[in-house]
């Protein structure tokens, strides 16, 4: 596998990103977004206008979405977040604050809607929630990400392209959306598993992969899915953070510290890798 270097991230981070130009305004220090913990408070806190839609993705389906917009007075490219295996949570929803703040018009679908999960606390939901992500189709949460995508990149606010972020089972959907979609600008994955050799040979996004060292079941398929996407001459950087565990940045007190370490290292990369290609 390609060394990855960590001096890339830290190049990145050097480069500007720990001090945030919006577009049109002043720059301020960088922010990621917060811990599971720390969400409740940021999404209270925002001075961004976050609102619910539903979209309609399909002849029978509709999904309930999380949208959340900049700060700007110019159109924004547009970024889809794919959930975690625990669905739709006011993390998923804090991230997509962070991606706002950031200068992107976010958007977090719920893939569970249609699954008509009850409400409860934690204990209570996410067993129902991972049990009922797991046994989604993985063609129609392709086609609804599409539909997503056209939805978000259709708002009178918006730039036409865009870009996914994913985290966890996301992350890997996320990367599986790069080889579904020819029209998709870029493409961002944390901790999630790269797709089999034959479905890699249809990327042509750039892609971004932010792995945790400690994450061995994920990061097994980082070889072969580097391989074959430099044979292929596609774009494909993945970064490795030493100490970091599975999940990182939801979890960034985590690992005596590496967690919080590797979060504050992949969010300026990802926001540096959407400047990139989608623009700003």
């Not at 944390?190 to 932010?210: C, E, H, I, K, T």
Request: hydrophobic share 45%.
């Amino acid at each position: 596998m390609r060394s990855i270097a960590v001096s890339f991230v830290f190049l990145v981070s050097a480069a500007g990103c720990t001090r945030n130009q919006m577009p049109g305004g002043a720059a301020r220090p960088h922010q990621t977004p917060p811990d599971a913990a720390g969400a409740p408070g940021r999404l209270l806190a925002s001075p961004r206008h976050g609102e619910w839609v539903m979209i309609r993705t399909g002849p029978t389906d509709s999904l309930r979405s999380y949208v959340v917009y900049p700060q700007r007075s110019t159109r924004a490219p547009v970024v889809i977040l794919v959930q975690e295996i625990f669905g739709l949570t006011p993390w998923i929803r804090s991230v997509a604050d962070q991606l706002a703040a950031d200068g992107y018009i976010a958007i977090a679908p719920d893939f569970l809607t249609m699954k008509n999960l009850p409400a409860g606390p934690d204990s209570v939901v996410q067993p129902l929630a991972v049990a009922a992500t797991r046994s989604l189709n993985m063609a129609d949460v392709q086609r609804q990400i599409d539909a997503v995508a056209r939805y978000g990149m259709a708002l009178p606010a918006a730039q036409a392209k865009y870009g996914v972020v994913g985290f966890c089972w996301g992350g890997g959907v996320s990367f599986a959306h790069a080889a579904h979609s020819p029209t998709l600008g870029a493409a961002v994955v944390y901790y999630g598993s790269s797709p089999n050799a034959q479905a890699l040979q249809s990327v042509r996004a750039p892609v971004l992969g932010l792995y945790g060292g400690e994450d061995n079941r994920v990061n097994a398929t980082i070889p072969a899915g580097d391989s074959t996407l430099r044979a292929l001459g596609r774009t494909y950087v993945p970064a490795i953070y030493p100490g970091a565990g599975h999940g990182f940045l939801r979890q960034q007190g985590g690992q005596a510290g590496a967690n919080l370490a590797a979060s504050q290292a992949a969010w300026p990369a990802t926001i540096a890798w959407f400047r990139k290609y989608l623009g700003s």
